[in-house]
């Protein structure tokens, strides 16, 4: 399973664009990216999952480059209730546990 | 919609007690995973199961096995408990091998948790 790397914590104030991004250099061929988000003291939830170049949905958008090596979720216009962390997996359809690294912390401020 | 259902959503346990905790996965889900998250730490894969058998084992203690049962929910047992095993331990279910609505594949649905405290 391809290692990442993402930043421990990012700050932000509500309105803004964030964008986290994710380091996944030995990426498989067949692994496709997913982020997580998880609240204090809740279950983790699906955000958003990609493959390759741009995929967006009501909440975020994920940009992949063409080499995969990393990945960048957007949130538009965060708000207070964005504060959480956020994980980026990697993953292929051979393997259907969810390994989670070290998330980032996100603070938004008001 | 229906989710994960966890209980209980907390339990106080002695050292060398037992404690069970019990998923209830989503309406036709087939897949069920078990996640430990202690204090501070990122979630920590356990076990999983697909149509009753096991799928897959990560760091679970010795000390812990887990089964899903015909009607696919799940239990999680714990023997011995030490101070360590204080954690939130999560449940999640998922359509197994398939794809969710969108083609996302492996989308995992998390219940609440269940909060265990062992003193």
């Known amino acids: 399973l391809a290692k990442t790397t993402q930043p421990i914590s990012m700050d932000s104030y509500e309105g803004q664009e964030v964008n986290i991004t994710c380091s996944h250099n030995?990426?498989?061929?067949?692994?496709?990216i997913t982020w997580y988000q998880q609240f204090p003291s809740q279950g983790p939830r699906f955000i958003i999952q990609?493959?390759?170049t741009k995929v967006t949905n009501e909440v975020a958008s994920l940009f992949i480059p063409a080499d995969r090596k990393s990945s960048t979720l957007s949130l538009p216009r965060v708000s207070l209730s964005d504060t959480a962390v956020y994980y980026c997996?990697?993953?292929?359809?051979?393997?259907?546990?969810?390994?989670f690294g070290s998330g980032t912390r996100l603070l938004v401020r008001p | 919609a229906a989710g994960v259902i966890q209980s209980p959503r907390h339990l106080i346990k002695e050292k060398r007690e037992t404690a069970t905790l019990k998923c209830y996965p989503i309406?036709?889900?087939?897949?069920v995973y078990w996640y430990q998250q202690g204090p501070g730490q990122d979630p920590q894969f356990l076990i999983s199961?697909?149509?009753?058998?096991?799928?897959d084992k990560g760091s679970i203690p010795d000390r812990f096995s887990a089964q899903q049962f015909s009607d696919y929910h799940s239990e999680l047992n714990m023997s011995s408990l030490e101070l360590g095993d204080s954690a939130l331990y999560f449940c999640?279910?998922?359509?197994?091998?398939?794809?969710?609505?969108?083609?996302?594949?492996?989308?995992?649905?998390f219940g609440p948790g269940t909060r265990l405290t062992v003193l």
């Open positions: 999640a279910s998922s359509l197994g091998l398939g794809t969710s609505g969108g083609g996302i594949r492996n989308e995992q649905f």
């Open positions: 030995n990426i498989a061929t067949n692994d496709y």
């Open positions: 990609g493959y390759k």
């Open positions: 997996l990697v993953g292929g359809e051979s393997s259907y546990k969810l390994i």
């Open positions: 309406p036709r889900h087939d897949t």
């Open positions: 199961f697909y149509e009753k058998m096991q799928s």
